[in-house]
């Protein structure tokens, strides 16, 4: 590697060894040479904590014949001797208690790569500004097994993760970084996403265990490859297409012209006709919901041309996965199996580029359960995000606008609902739809406002749930769609969703507006008397709910920014 080029490092895989987490029988030279050859790691760190400073040296120097035999940059963590001892070629990443890092570049010379480690925004911006570093990594997102003692509190989350990478790009001056901290296949795709902004994005991932852990190394760095590659490939497709700083700026496809109410209305309806009468056949919408609400929300996934599975295992959810259409997440009813199974799911879904709706059901009622959204939050991208005003209010951080009363509150009333929902949409990078008398429904951009829907939806539980059922079957039948017409699929740099040219935006509406003309058309019915016949009458509307109700009734108005 004579002749390196510090600038034209690719940190889209980058390898931190760890010997301690081998597999038993597994030999370090072998297992590095495994994964490196491949091509699919572009970066090593050799990492040794508690090795003394010659067998350190000596693992280093067969360490680093290997990464020149594939053409691979080395750093070295934290020890500057060591890191000496080598050609220039070898690099030195270290952390915030470790040598300063203005006296490590001073020392270093100007040829070696330098990495910093980040985790708030003041040494993020200490990084970009002093310019020492030749990138940063950013973490921890999760906790990790490379490192003990690091707790929910410790870590950064996708939340911090996005305002750090957002803070590495500003002032016309751009630091490269890596996200490090318990990404492995199951949370990298979602911890890329969730960590880009409308300023900048990730170069890749850091992992240790994720391969270090694995016997066949070459296969877990060949899946993670193939995770940042996608990303990548969709976050380029979205810039491409986006006249904004080179990121897209909401998860969906960006600039597309301006429609109006007439559009939304005949989208809905022919998504609802190839829904009704595809011959896909009806999707499978996992829900994971209320004890209370899970019969009534089965029904009606069922009147709404879907096929419900009420499953709480976690030991099933990676391979249902593989099969539904969407997932439905609801915390009406939180224990300890519905959380991991949430879990699971959530992920799952992610990596299979299933929709997943979330239900904050009584979200801003106690701290636990503020908690268990922000958990959801940061382990799963949701494609849409529904709730009333307190519960919406509770995630935005402005729940003095309107008071929760529990997980049955009424929407409340906010100051600048457009605007509670089109910033959460584009904070969070999905769908949002406020529930109420009004709905709200926005991908960050356009603002879909829909005045139907009866009162006796309110006086009967488990509407809510249901409602998010119907609009998780409404993206299935999107993405269905998008299939159907052999589009290319677009994903994970603009949704982490399958969906293709079809708007998911339309699928979310599709559903709601079924399910809220349903109601009306339940309601004046002359064997409904109340909320005890409402119940059976909805169902049997919602069934028999078609393209024409929905261009006859939708009451629909659009805000654009």
């Not at 691979?72 to 300063?100: A, F, K, W």
């Not at 010379?109 to 002093?130: F, N, P």
């Not at 950064?156 to 750090?164: D, V």
């Amino acid at each position: 590697m004579s002749g390196f080029d510090k600038s034209t490092v690719d940190y889209s895989v980058y390898l931190v060894t760890g010997r301690e987490l081998l597999p038993a029988g597994v030999d370090y030279y072998e297992s590095l040479e495994r994964c490196l050859a491949q091509g699919n790691v572009t970066v090593v760190q050799i990492r040794e904590k508690d090795a003394e400073t010659n067998e350190f040296l000596e693992i280093a120097q067969k360490s680093l014949a290997i990464c020149d035999r594939y053409k691979v940059p080395m750093l070295i963590n934290d020890n500057l001797s060591v890191c000496l001892s080598l050609p220039e070629r070898v690099g030195l990443h270290i952390g915030q208690e470790d040598i300063p890092v203005s006296e490590a570049r001073r020392i270093l010379g100007d040829k070696r790569l330098l990495g910093i480690s980040v985790k708030t925004l003041d040494q993020a911006k200490r990084a970009r500004q002093e310019g020492h570093a030749d990138y940063a990594g950013v973490g921890p997102c999760y906790g990790t097994l490379s490192k003990a003692g690091i707790t929910e509190d410790k870590v950064i989350g996708n939340a911090g993760a996005q305002r750090i990478v957002a803070e590495l790009n500003k002032e016309g001056k751009r630091l490269p970084c890596v996200l490090i901290g318990g990404l492995n296949q199951k949370t990298a795709a979602r911890t890329l996403f969730g960590a880009t902004s409308e300023t900048n994005a990730p170069d890749g991932i850091a992992v240790i265990s994720a391969i270090v852990s694995r016997v066949d190394s070459d296969k877990a760095a060949q899946e993670l490859a193939d995770i940042v590659k996608a990303f990548k490939k969709g976050l380029a497709s979205s810039s491409q297409s986006s006249s904004s700083s080179g990121v897209a700026s909401s998860f969906s496809l960006p600039n597309a012209p301006a429609k109006d109410v007439e559009f939304y209305k005949t989208a809905a309806a022919n998504l609802l006709s190839f829904h009704r009468e595809g011959t896909q056949g009806p999707p499978l919408i996992q829900t994971i919901t209320s004890h209370v609400s899970s019969t009534m929300s089965a029904n009606l996934a069922l009147a709404f041309s879907s096929s419900p599975i009420m499953s709480h295992e976690a030991a099933e959810a990676a391979d249902l996965s593989l099969a539904v259409g969407a997932l439905v997440l609801n915390i009406g009813t939180i224990s300890p199996a519905s959380r991991e199974g949430m879990f699971v799911a959530g992920t799952s879904a992610n990596r299979n580029l299933k929709p997943v709706v979330l239900d904050p059901v009584g979200g801003g009622a106690t701290q636990f359960r503020k908690d268990v959204v922000r958990s959801i939050l940061n382990h799963t991208q949701v494609t849409l995000l529904k709730g009333n005003a307190a519960e919406l209010a509770s995630i935005a951080g402005k729940q003095d606008e309107v008071k929760s009363r529990g997980v049955d509150s009424g929407a409340g009333q906010l100051k600048d609902p457009i605007g509670l929902v089109r910033d959460l949409a584009r904070r969070e990078r999905c769908l949002v739809l406020l529930s109420g008398k009004k709905d709200y429904l926005t991908d960050g951009k356009t603002v879909i406002t829909s005045d139907n829907g009866h009162p006796l939806l309110g006086a009967i539980t488990g509407s809510g749930c249901a409602l998010g059922v119907t609009v998780g079957a409404g993206l299935a039948a999107a993405c269905n769609l998008a299939k159907s017409e052999a589009k290319e699929v677009r994903s994970l740099g603009n949704t982490l969703v399958a969906h293709g040219e079809v708007d998911l935006l339309v699928g979310a509406l599709t559903g709601l507006l079924a399910m809220t003309i349903a109601s009306e058309k339940a309601a004046v019915r002359e064997d409904v008397k109340g909320p005890g016949t409402f119940i059976p009458a909805l169902q049997d509307e919602l069934a028999a709910v078609s393209a024409e109700d929905i261009l006859r009734f939708a009451k629909l108005e659009i805000v654009s920014s």
